[in-house]
């Protein structure tokens, strides 16, 4: 067959031949790897969405301890990635990484499951509450954690591996990967969207064995869509351990800090040919911003011993710079921290905050103050396609640019629009305090004031979500070094985890601050008697503080250049 008729970006198919254009990769391959993370997606989310109403219910936490041990679990599931993302780049490949983690994360829905649901393991309750035992207590936590790890070899690789079945090279396959991650936010949103109703309801009705029960076939289900697919795929070669030769640099580059880098870049050391000696990666070109490690790429007398170079002495050019690539990345991650910290408030707060007010569809149906999250997914559900299809087209005719917006443009907005998410979602609170005060309704548990009021503030962080985390997912793939792409994706979940754990250490010293001298603080047990406002009053102020910088980032930031055929 001709070159033509392979993919030019180094990908091979299951049995490691070089892979076929015609017969793998694109949507017919991503179709199955879409099905997969809507099923995964909405096995999480069936787990998670109301899990802050189960650690109050059955393992008799308060408000803040069970805030805190939410945001605390889905931090965790957020950090991870790190581990799944090292062992695909560096040894196993996204495909395998996959396959393997999910082993986990199904021991740990049905271990999660048996806690909820086997007498012995499930806390004992009667019609006031529930009794957990130390054990009980114990057992949840270490299904939860299993999920955790789990989740940790799927969450970086899935993504990444959906965008890996469209060559780069390939200007028409090129267009179609930017609409993969918006289909691909599509379908996580789509399993969300089930398990924020349907899941919920059963969960609050029904049960939470059956509840979690659920998700847990849902999961296995996942892992069918995966592995029929398989003949499909167009799977990255790992490039090995991607830490090693970030460290390599900083010793390389260190040993040299008196050499000076030569004017002429081209003398700089490289590899002949057209691919990098990294598997599976294209040469990068060199850039001019952090200059000091260039002093690794530049040849001394002593970097060959007994006629061989050590990379610990002498690197590439594209080593050089995958490193570059990585610090410049870090103050794009770093903004999305904040806006993490916002998007956590759906789980913890926003819950809490419905839990006071009136829960009645209609008179005799009831809806869980968690289940308001639908208006979170059914926004995404809204906007992802409405941006592929509408916004990108219309905005491309004013900006020229291919994708419509910058990748940090489309960033910046959603960051505006969490700011008002905030806003919105503290003038709601003001107004329900007032009701509370002008009607005495302090010991009231119910509010009469519905809780559809908090759907705006679901919109449009549901709105911020397609902007922001869309965009960060389209950023960090497309600005990583070939062979670093499922690490720079966990890179980018991380700031879900930091912004989770930003949230417990605010509520934390909020809490810790706010309740000195015998007070109630800002957010009691009883909301009625506190000041959430006042706290979405703050995370409105940090938003804003951090735009302000994100837009300092942007204006610095520079994109990377690659040239186009790998190893």
Known sequence: MAQDDYSNDGTVDIKGNPANKEKTGKWKACRFILGNECCERLAYYGMSTNLVNYLEDRLNQGNVAASNN????????????????????????????????????????????????????????????????????????????????GTGGIKPCVSSFGADQFD???????????????????????????????LVWIQMNVGWGWGFGIPAVVMAVAVVFFFLGSKLYRIQKPGGSPITRIVQVIVASSRKYR????????????????????????????????????????????????????????????????????IRLLPVWASGIVFATVYSQMSTMFVLQGNTMDQHMVPHFKIPSASLSLFDTLSVIFWAPVYDRIIVPYARKFTGHERGFTQLQRMGIGL???????????????????FVRENNYYDLEYIPITIFWQVPQYFLIGCAEVFTFIGQLEFFYDQAP?????????????????????????VTIVTKVTTRGGKLGWIPDNLNRGHLDYFYWLLAILSFLNFAAYLWISKWYAYKKATERPH
Request: net charge neutral; with cysteine; hydrophobic share 45%.
């Open 168 to 198: 780069e090279t390939d200007e028409t396959e090129r267009k179609k990967k930017s609409s993969f991650f918006n289909w691909f936010y599509l379908s996580i949103n789509i399993g969300a969207l089930i398990a924020s109703s349907v």
């Open 482 to 506: 070939d062979a670093m792409r499922s690490l720079c994706s966990a890179l980018s979940l991380t700031t879900v985890a930091l912004g989770n754990y930003l949230s417990t250490l605010l």
């Open 259 to 326: 050499v000076q880098v030569p004017a002429d870049k081209s003398l700089l050391y490289e590899t002949t040919g057209e691919g990098s000696q990294i598997q599976g990666s294209r040469k990068l070109e060199h850039t001019d911003k952090f200059k000091f490690f260039d002093k690794a790429a530049v040849e001394t007398q002593t970097d060959n011993i007994k006629g061989l170079t050590s990379p610990w002495r002498l690197c590439t050019v594209t080593q050089v710079e995958e490193l570059k690539s990585i």
């Open 70 to 149: 939410v945001t605390n679990w889905s931090g965790t599931c957020y950090i991870t990635p790190l581990i799944g993302a090292f062992l695909a780049d560096s040894y196993l490949g996204r495909y395998w990484t996959i396959a393997s983690f999910v082993v986990i994360y199904i021991i740990g829905m049905t271990l999660l499951t048996l806690s909820a649901s086997v007498p012995g393991l499930a806390p004992s309750c009667d019609k006031d509450s529930c009794h957990p035992t130390t054990g009980q207590t114990a057992a949840f936590f270490v299904a939860l954690y299993f999920i955790a790890l």
């Open 416 to 434: 505006v629009i969490s700011i008002i998410s905030m806003i919105v979602a503290g003038v709601l609170e003001v107004v329900r305090l007032n």
